[in-house]
Structures are given as structure tokens and as C-alpha cells.
């Protein structure tokens, strides 16, 4: 607790390095394109509802673990961009040719897909969800919910295999095997989270082109991308129309619509109380998944990302 307290000055809100390649400024991450290779910079910037809304204490760090701990556990699947972490919060990458779209993998209805399906929005994606389902309650098989990739402050729309495909967003061979190995890791997934005491109920995955090769990219499994429940009392949360015991970005969404913003209008400052509690959320979800302690790097991120960044081979 302490050491988070601590932290809370010296979070990185944003990483920039003078004539340092070209500088692309995400919700959460800092990347630096060269000709091949991308400088992934994982800033501790915490965003919902497309929002900014302020850092937590060694979010970065355990986000880039988190995402260098899956590519390391799923590369028999498929081939990802990941070249070497030279620092805690920094990844260093092949660059590849994004597809425009999101492949989001469902095993549960919770979240927004349950919000647009108790408004009779359920069926944006080209196929109708079943009747009289409950909140929560799990698929008999994962569904997939692609969606378009917008600029920076725009919010992701839902889209159909159907449109992807056939509008040429993406090749039809391309997009199927993009389909293939989003369940794939989603199975995975599952698998080891299920083993660590957890449910991975949802998570969204992007790939990229370089040359002919599919391949995945920014980051798999975390709990930015992912939604994680603990294993333990999902069914009696659930037959009890409990709200799940959560260990990922949803406990953010939830602290702002219970002060009544849900992405309209100008969200509330974040409290250090608040800060303090999703790094535990955070830090409690890595030891889950990882089985490891985690070793925060303390102090001063910029100067020490500065430092580990002149080793590198561009």
C-alpha cells in the first residue's frame, strides 16, 4: 500500500523523446514508428467510455508484463510482433499492417453487449443473440463481436463478418483465419485463467500484416483488453443477480456510471482512493495470471524508460 502511495507522484501520463522516431499517441500507450520497428511505450494512463481519465501507480508495468507474459504463452498459435522487452513498460516490435478491424471474443454476456441487448441492440453484428438470456450468464460456445478501429477519441462501432468482408475491409481469407485464431487464444486463455482461479470472460485481439503473414499485435489478455472474474462465487453472483467480483478495467467503468457518467459530458477527477484501489485490482489480477509476486519498478519511469531506451538497436 505504501509503496503504491508513493508511486502516485511519479506515474507516467505521457512519454515523449525529442526526434525519436514518429511519435503515435494512443489512450494508453506512446508508440515510436521507425521503417520496421515500433517502440511500444505503455504509459500508466487509465481510459473508459474513450475517455482519459487520469494514471494509476504501475499500470504500464503490469500492463506490458501482462502482454509479454501471453505472447510468450500463445506463440504456438500464432506468430506475434514481440522482438524484446528492454524495459518494464516498454516493448520493442516488428512493425506490422493493422487490420481496420477488432475481432472481440465473447464467453459471456456482461458489459456492453448485455447493455445494447436489454435495449434490443443485440443484433448489430449480424446474427441475433438468443432470447430471454440472463445477465452473465455464459454462451455455449464463445461468440465473436468484431468491430471497426477508429481514431483516437472516436468510439470502436460494431460491424458484421458479413460487412468486413464484403465491403473489402479485409480479405475474406485473411479476416476467417483472423476469426480461427482469436478462438484459439480465447481457448487458451481460458484454459490457464480457469487453472489461476479466474474466468476470462471477454477480450478483444488485433492482428497485423507483414509481408503475407497474419500475425497479432498490440497486446492479448489484459485486463485493459480482457474482462477477468474470479472463478470462485461466479454462480452464486450470478443466481443471485450479484455483480461479479471483478479484476480488470470494468471496476473503473463501474466507479464512473455510479457518479453518473457513462461517456457524456466531462468525467470526474479521479481520487487518489480510487487510484490506490484499481492498482491493487491490477496488481491482485497479475499475481493471478503470472503466479508470480510482482516487483514494482519504483520511482522516476520516464528517466529510467530513458535510460534502458539508449541500448537499443534501431
Partial sequence: MDKI?????HCLSEFYVPDFGEKYHGKVRDNFHFENKIVMV?????????HVLGTIPFKGQILTDIAHFWFEKTKDIVKNH?????????LFVNKAKPLPIEIIVRGYITGSLWRDYSNNKGDQYGFKLPENLKKDQVFDEPILTPTTKEDYGLHDQPISREEIINDGH???DIYELAEKYSLQLFERGQEWADKQGLILVDTKYEFGMIGDELIVIDEIHTP??????VKKGYLDCYSNNKDQKMLDKENIRQWLINRGFSGEGTPPELSDEIRVFLTEQYISLYKKITGKEFEPALGDVKNRILGNLKMLKL
Fill in 170 to 172: 479485409v480479405d475474406k
Fill in 5 to 9: 502511495k508513493d508511486q502516485l507522484q
Fill in 224 to 229: 485493459d483488453s480482457s474482462r477477468y472474474w
Fill in 82 to 90: 514481440i522482438i524484446s522487452k528492454p524495459d518494464p513498460q516498454v
Fill in 42 to 50: 505503455t504509459s500508466d494512463r487509465v481510459s473508459a467510455f474513450d
